[in-house]
């Protein structure tokens, strides 16, 4: 007996947020396909159903997590200030930066990306875009409103990446708060 359509849907996106949690805690070389499904609860065999390649299960897995944190933790492009700000202080918490519930693939698998094939790298490059447009002011930014959400972005991936990777907890919290504060002072000078 074939499964429904509704029960195809539910193992893959079971498979794809199985796989976003482990990528994001362990890369993608120390995480098997084995290791996911037994994650997930399913056999090696269901993975082939889903997916051709470890490869492919790691681009879905990255626009996934980033999807799956949208609309509760990412600002739409015309947020207001408080709205930013509120994204700003989430994300360079410490709760991020432990990967509590939120796993965001741009932060937690930035220095694996050098070393992915081009398939990998332009998804993840699709997802930096997408936040860099959401935390400019607008679909049409002046090309300094442009330029002040890059820099937000790459100091906010960049400051979870080392808070991430730093032995000093202590270190790393005060990572986060230098981050967060420059951040914020930016915000309300934008504002």
């Known amino acids: 007996m074939a499964w429904s359509e509704q029960h195809k849907q539910r193992s893959r996106e079971k498979i794809l947020t199985t796989a976003a949690g482990l990528f994001a805690r362990q890369g993608f070389d120390n995480v098997s396909i084995d290791q996911v499904m037994q994650a997930a609860g399913m056999t090696r065999g ?28 990412l600002p739409e492009s015309n947020a207001t200030a408080e709205q930013r700000e509120a994204f700003i202080r989430a994300y360079l918490s410490e709760t991020h930066c432990q990967g509590g519930s939120i796993h965001c693939p741009l932060a937690f698998l930035v220095s694996d990306m050098a070393h992915q094939d081009e398939g990998v790298r332009s998804t993840w490059s699709q997802v930096f875009q997408g936040l860099v447009k959401r935390m400019a002011k607008g679909e049409a930014g002046t090309p300094e409103e442009q330029q002040a959400a890059l820099r937000s972005v790459v100091m906010m991936i960049g400051g979870v990446a080392v808070a991430r990777a730093l032995g000093d907890q202590a270190l790393a919290s005060e990572v986060l708060e230098a981050c967060r504060s420059d951040l914020l002072k930016a915000a309300v000078a934008d504002s």
């Not at 269901?46 to 933790?73: P, Q, R, W």
Request: aromatic share 18%; hydrophobic share 45%.
């Open 46 to 73: 269901a993975f082939y159903a889903h997916f051709s390649s470890k490869t492919g299960l790691y681009a879905e897995a990255i626009l996934h997590a980033a999807n799956g944190s949208g609309d509760d933790f």
